[in-house]
């Protein structure tokens, strides 16, 4: 979960870069917003919003600047510190859907694309994220889901380190060729969980 400041009047949102950039990058792609606060265009900007409807006092908003649940990119910058970070992150020359912040330099290089990259999201659950890619050279593949330990990541069948990315998300890398990316979550407690199961059912 997130928590953004509120804004207050017309100008706050639009004017605020760093509470838009957050959004972008947590991929809110729509915001609700009731007929009685008032808005105008000029809250809204359509250089970054646009409206889609209005139905029973609601308005609906599309945040067109809001970046993909994943994405390829062969850019990234390395940050060494949370000051660092946000320093990065918030510099204006920093392309949230080009680039991605990471803690530590790759052991790999990474290829500009010559021809387009595909990305296919292919499931999306809780405990399991699969995605097709293909691509002309190595690239790092990004996902604003939050990194936390338990989670495994596989390219084909062949387990892959995950970097923190972005502070708090997660990056793997991803060779040339088509391939089938898999994030599946499973925690040790749930492992251990499993072992005194299955020693109690024995021992009984």
Do not use: C
């Not at 392309?95 to 595909?118: A, F, W």
């Not at 292919?122 to 405990?127: G, L, S, V």
């Amino acid at each position: 979960d997130a928590v953004v400041a509120t804004s207050f009047g017309d100008d706050d949102l639009a004017t605020s870069d760093t509470r838009l950039r957050v959004l972008n990058t947590l991929g809110v792609k729509y915001i609700l917003d009731r007929t009685e606060n008032g808005s105008t265009q000029k809250a809204f900007n359509p250089t970054h919003f646009n409206r889609l409807t209005a139905k029973d006092g609601w308005m609906l908003f599309e945040n067109k600047n809001a970046i993909p649940r994943l994405l390829l990119t062969s850019a990234y910058r390395v940050y060494t510190s949370q000051q660092n970070f946000e320093s990065l992150f918030f510099d204006k020359t920093f392309q949230l859907n080009k680039e991605v912040l990471l803690e530590r330099q790759l052991p790999i290089s990474l290829h500009q694309p010559i021809v387009p990259d595909t990305l296919v999201l292919t499931t999306y659950e809780p405990n399991r994220v699969e995605a097709k890619t293909t691509t002309d050279g190595t690239r790092l593949l990004f996902i604003s889901d939050t990194y936390y330990p338990g989670w495994k990541a596989y390219v084909d069948t062949m387990e892959t380190p995950i970097y923190k990315a972005d502070y708090t998300f997660r990056a793997i890398v991803v060779p040339k060729g088509t391939h089938t990316v898999t994030f599946s979550y499973l925690p040790k407690s749930f492992i251990i969980g499993i072992v005194i199961s299955l020693l109690s059912f024995l021992s009984l």
